[in-house]
Nanobody
Framework: QVQLVESGGGMVQAGGSLRLSCAAS????????MGWFRQAPGKEREFIAL????????NYADSVKGRFTISRDDAKNTVYLQMNSLKLEDTAVYLC??????????????WGQGTQVTVSS
C-alpha cells in the first residue's frame, strides 16, 4: 500500500511561486509514473503534470506549461511541483498521484489527501 503526503501549499500573491512536495512511503516509487492533479471548488479534478517511471519524460497541461515544473528525487522517494508565475485561477487543492504499474503507464491508483494552494490578487 502506497501512502502519499503532500506539503508546501499555502497562500501566495499572483505572480509568486510555490514548491509542492509529495513524499511516498510503503513502496519505492523510482520506477513508477507520478503525477499532480488539482481540484477547484465546484470543478472536476484536472490533470496538471506527470513524470514517467521509465525515462523521466514529462507531460503538462496546457494551462500550466512553461510555468510549472515536475521533478523527482528518487533517493527521497519524493516528487515535486515547482509553480511559478501563479495566477488566480491556479487556486485549488493539489493532489499527488502514483501509478499502479511500473514503467511508462499513468494508471494512477494511489492518491494523497491534497494540499491547498490559494493565489490572491
Amino acid at each position: 500500500q502506497v501512502q502519499l503526503v503532500e506539503s508546501g501549499g499555502g497562500m501566495v500573491q499572483a505572480g509568486g511561486s510555490l514548491r509542492l512536495s509529495c513524499a511516498a512511503s510503503g513502496r519505492t516509487m523510482a520506477s513508477y509514473t507520478m503525477g499532480w492533479f488539482r481540484q477547484a471548488p465546484g470543478k472536476e479534478r484536472e490533470f496538471i503534470a506527470l513524470i514517467r517511471g521509465n525515462d523521466r519524460s514529462t507531460n503538462y497541461a496546457d494551462s500550466v506549461k512553461g510555468r510549472f515544473t515536475i521533478s523527482r528525487d528518487d533517493a527521497k522517494n519524493t516528487v515535486y511541483l515547482q509553480m511559478n508565475s501563479l495566477k488566480l485561477e491556479d487556486t485549488a487543492v493539489y493532489l499527488c498521484a502514483a501509478a499502479g504499474t511500473p514503467g511508462w503507464r499513468a494508471d494512477f491508483r494511489s492518491w494523497g489527501q491534497g494540499t491547498q494552494v490559494t493565489v490572491s490578487s
